[in-house]
């Protein structure tokens, strides 16, 4: 069994992880002018959840408004100085997996130069024929591992926060509102997106404002300057609190302290509050 960030990633995962971070076909942003220029067919579609996390869209400039979906096989047809435009284009406008050549090439092999510019290149299914030795750096990449083996007393009151700890996802989607609520018992909460309205509607029906950061059941709460909720996580007493830093396929629903979560967590402009589960 392969372990990421101190979790055990079973085969069928690992097999959906290959497929999340190379898929069949992978978007390209350009602009109106340069998917004319590049002589590329561009094309109206919906990404899925976890194309959006994989390649980061919701950071992709907006100049880069027009979509190029491409197969390995047609990206390989492109003449090299289009690959390299292509893959350059990426870089500058915010999109995700977009490695560094430096960084792989002993990896994945010294050919990987030659797919595009030689500084950078994207990801096909053909370079991850060993995914063991790849996408585990990229999973934990920015982060710490989960310390739910560490965890002597498990709290009774939050119904499901053991059975959490210590997982990773289905897919993009299940993010850190959920994964409080399904903590205390809401049912299916931590297999879906949840909204900031749901999870407002729930914090005012089953909290109450305080709390103790030692104590199992505060929730954390990190609303920003307009006071939109940003970010939650559940302490479980004696230190440790459990939170997803994401909606992304990469972020598992973790065990780390107090003092962790709060670090990882700052932000200007984000002010915390604290909610004590009441029922």
């Known amino acids: 069994m392969l372990t990421v ?19 069949v076909e992978q ?14 067919p561009l094309e109206d579609r919906e990404p899925t959840a976890e194309d959006r996390d994989t390649y980061r869209i919701y950071n992709v400039d907006r100049r880069a408004a027009r979509t190029v979906w491409l197969s390995e096989a047609a990206y390989g047809e492109l003449p090299k100085a ?3 435009a292509l893959v350059r284009a990426q870089v500058n406008y915010g999109r995700g997996a977009v490695p560094t050549v430096r ?29 063991k030795a790849i996408l585990p750096d990229i999973v934990s990449e920015d982060l710490g591992p989960s310390l739910h083996r560490d965890v002597r007393t498990w709290p009774k009151q939050l119904q499901r926060v053991r059975e959490l700890a210590g997982t990773f996802p289905d897919g993009s989607g299940p993010n850190c509102f959920g994964t409080v609520m399904a903590a205390c018992g809401v049912e299916g909460a931590d297999q879906v997106w949840m909204l900031r309205e749901p999870f407002e509607e729930w914090l005012a029906q089953h909290t109450e404002r305080g709390g103790r950061d030692d104590v199992p059941g505060t929730v954390f709460v990190w609303r920003d300057a307009a ?9 479980i007493g004696d230190g440790w609190m459990l939170h997803k830093p994401s909606q992304s396929w990469m972020t598992p629903r973790k065990i780390r302290t107090v003092a962790q979560v709060k670090r990882a967590t700052r932000t200007a402009g984000w002010r915390l509050e604290r909610h004590r589960v009441v029922g």
Do not use: C, N
């Open 5 to 23: 960030l101190g979790i055990d990633v079973s085969p069928d995962l690992l097999e959906r992880w290959v497929d999340w971070l190379a898929p």
């Open 27 to 40: 978007p390209f942003f350009v602009t109106k002018k340069q998917a004319t220029a590049l002589e590329l």
């Open 82 to 84: 289009t690959r390299a």
């Open 103 to 131: 960084k792989w090439a002993s990896v994945v092999g010294p050919a990987v130069r030659q797919q595009a510019d030689g500084h950078r290149f994207v990801w096909w299914k053909s370079l991850l024929t060993d995914p």
């Open 227 to 235: 006071s939109l909720v940003q970010h939650a996580a559940l302490t």
